[in-house]
């Protein structure tokens, strides 16, 4: 059984529960977990901001040597992390191994570049004196992170806001919880005790009690759109810093001239990857109407080949769902589709590759703007494609949108993949090669999407305050000050 980490230990909950972790491809019973509490929140807290009054203090450098110590770690632990971020979550195993050498290369970045990051120096209005700004951790940062990339989503959080100066206190979903408490005695125990802490739990029971709490100033959130809403709302109250990475139903648009050797597996990838549960995962899919039919053709069957099943099986593309509440949900919306004229080329039901939550990659076309394959956030793996008249059509529904996270072209014509990009509203804009992140540039979400960025040096000043330090190196009595009969001359008669 797996505890809280508060204050460089394990320590109980002060309430009684224990919650299993199940296995969504084999429902069996990873491990199990004390439920933390509000109580619990509060105490990390409180306990993180003792700690992070000694942490600011530590030279950047020294922060940095941390950092690194704890990527080299965790890929020395990536068969143990990968393996537990499978079982838990349901990835396959090797996109579990790349979400562990993404958070230990986003360590090492953040390691650099916060002790590279410096401040500015400001031109004085007057002799003898200097103007320069200073960069200031905020203090204890409450971190929440969703069930899809537990790890990852924790690292774009924690290395920055670590390298930065500030304390973590760490929420995990509660349905993935292992493969973050595995830091804690290994990859981050290398840290001060009480810098980073872990309270496992519920969002409206620990999530709202660190959002409320006064020791925590800023909350970074990853997950649903609703969530992060409600979090804006009760953080406003305190005036907290909030960072929100929220929900998308990213376009992508295959232009008359794509390449369809590239579009089509490209495609695929880009809406079955984790099977479907990716916050950036193409979720309408934009085909302009010369090369639609070979185009929906070759992506019928290349759907066809993909391998689903357990993700510990090396064999295998795609995992199942996360629960069974995440397969009703997207099977009800698949349903509602095709009531509404949809037409399923491919899958639309649960697959029985064994006793977990595997839903078949599922093909939708004759979609409309209209269905709820686009209009809601369907995660899980179902293409919504839509065949369009030309490049402008495409362009045109594909920034009709309330959310603004990632935008997706292929094309080999430079004038389309611009006039994309401009006219369309999204954090991240990808020509050629969907979803891929780079730990240099910053990520994050326009519009119902998000607000703030995380990675790059965003990602970095995201933690962190500007201090102006104003300096006069000679002390002497201002001829502006008291009294103001000095200066009754100045004073029009
Ligand atoms: P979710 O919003 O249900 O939960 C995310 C986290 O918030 C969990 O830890 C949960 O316990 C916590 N939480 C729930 N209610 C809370 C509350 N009232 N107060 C505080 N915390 C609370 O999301 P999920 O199902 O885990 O993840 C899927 C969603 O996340 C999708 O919408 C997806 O698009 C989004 N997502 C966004 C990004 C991004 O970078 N923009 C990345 C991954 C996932």
């Not at 990390?44 to 080299?72: I, S």
Request: proline share 6%; charged share 25%.
């Amino acid at each position: 059984m797996k505890k809280l980490w508060i204050g460089g230990e394990w320590t109980g909950s002060s309430g009684g529960d224990v919650r299993q972790i199940i296995d969504p491809a084999t429902l069996e019973v990873v491990d199990e977990v004390v439920e933390g509490t509000a109580a619990d929140a509060r105490r990390a807290a409180a306990r993180a901001a003792e700690a992070q009054r000694g942490w600011r203090k530590v030279p950047a450098a020294e922060r940095g040597k941390f950092l690194h110590e704890a990527a080299r770690i965790l890929r020395e632990d990536a068969a143990v992390l990968s393996m537990l971020l499978t079982r838990e979550g349901g990835k396959p195993r090797v996109e579990n191994l790349d979400e562990v050498e993404w958070c230990a290369a986003c360590f090492d970045y953040y390691a650099e570049i916060a002790r590279n990051s410096r401040g500015s120096s400001i031109p004085p209005v007057a002799e003898h004196q200097l103007n320069f700004t200073i960069k200031e951790p905020l203090g204890v940062v409450a971190a929440i992170a969703p069930f899809n990339y537990p790890l990852l989503l924790a690292t774009w959080k924690v290395a920055p806001a670590l390298a930065a100066g500030n304390a973590v206190v760490l929420k995990p979903s509660e349905l993935t919880p292992l493969a973050t408490l595995r830091l804690c005695e290994r990859a981050l125990a290398v840290l001060p005790p009480g810098v980073f802490e872990v309270v496992t739990g519920t969002g409206p029971e620990v999530g709202e009690a660190l959002v409320d709490d006064p020791n925590v100033q800023c909350i970074a959130f990853t997950g649903s759109t609703a969530v992060g809403t409600r979090i804006a709302t009760r953080a406003a109250s305190s005036l907290k810093r909030v960072n929100l990475e929220l929900g998308g139903i990213d376009p992508l648009i295959v232009f008359e001239d794509a390449d369809l050797d590239v579009a089509v597996p490209g495609a695929a990838w880009a809406r079955f990857l984790n099977s479907g549960q990716v916050c950036t995962s193409a979720k309408r899919i934009y085909v302009v109407e010369g090369l639609a039919r070979d185009f929906v053709d070759r992506f019928v069957a290349h759907t066809s080949t993909l391998k689903v099943g357990n993700g510990m099986d090396p064999e295998t593309d795609m995992g199942p769902l996360i629960s069974a509440r995440a397969l009703e949900r997207v099977h009800d919306q698949v349903g509602r589709s095709i009531a509404a004229g949809a037409k399923l080329l491919a899958g639309g039901r649960r697959l029985d590759v064994g006793p977990g939550h595997f839903y078949a990659p599922t093909v939708l076309t004759d979609v409309r703007p209209d269905m709820p394959a686009v209009t809601e956030e369907v995660f899980g793996p179902v293409a919504s494609i839509q065949v369009v008249r030309d490049g402008e059509e495409a362009i045109e529904l594909a920034a009709r949108s309330e959310y603004g996270l990632g935008a997706n072209v292929f094309t080999r014509d430079l004038g389309w993949a611009m006039r994309a990009m401009s006219e369309i509203k999204a954090g991240t804009f990808w020509i050629n090669d969907p979803l891929t992140d780079n730990d240099a540039a910053p990520f994050g979400g326009m519009r119902k999407s998000g607000l703030g960025r995380e990675l790059g040096e965003e990602g970095l000043d995201a933690f962190r305050e500007t201090k102006h330090v104003h300096l006069d190196w000679v002390p002497e009595r201002k001829p502006y000050w008291y009294p103001y009969a000095n200066r009754k001359h100045e004073v029009p008669k």
